[in-house]
């Protein structure tokens, strides 16, 4: 592993120096190995653990390229990692969006557009008048992946998107049990969007705490 972690830690700093940029085909696997000083057992166990991760993308009998390295793409292993969490740590994950979702929400309200905040209203308008649970949540999923989209930052929009699906469960849980959930979530996501619309940031981040945290304290309590 040893071997395998260096040769890793040279194949990256070619991408930090810029010696390889995103797109960028890998010399061929011989050259590459030498030029390095790996055996080519090595190089290919870094490669595979690079394009598991999404930093390299090996392509059958064309070769090794760097992928776009986008947040996106490189932030995909995290969901997967997330996906593999316990029930018992699913309020960490709704601290973690109380803390990242009303930021997100902020900037926002200074950086979407006026047609994306149509938009925005046009999503909460789709949402049938008596939703299922099943389509409350995956409209709020819409409602709520639109603002980080919105909020013009690529990471933070990424790590969002990788924390709603830990907490997807937990939300359709308190739409079957905690009377009047759906009246309470339509509401605070019409405040919202009005705060959005009139480009007030305090007043959105404000009712997005409100908002996460309100799934937050009745999961703390349906736990205790």
Known sequence: MAVTDAAIDKIKQMILSGELTPGDRLPKEADLAERLGLSRNSLREAVRALALI???DVRQGDGTYV???EPRLLLDTMSFVLDLHR???????????????PAATAMATKLMTDDEIDELRVI??????????EELVANDLEFHQRIAQGSGNAVLCSFIESLSGP??????????TQEGAMEKTREQHTAIYEAIAARQADVARSWATVHVAGVESWLRKALA
């Open 124 to 133: 909460l308008e789709s949402l049938p008048a008596d939703p299922t649970v």
């Open 87 to 101: 029930d018992d740590t699913v309020l960490q994950f709704f601290e973690v969006r109380r803390i990242l979702e």
């Open 54 to 56: 999404n930093v390299l």
């Open 67 to 69: 992928t776009s390295l």
């Open 167 to 176: 907490t997807t469960r937990a939300r359709i849980w308190r739409g079957l």
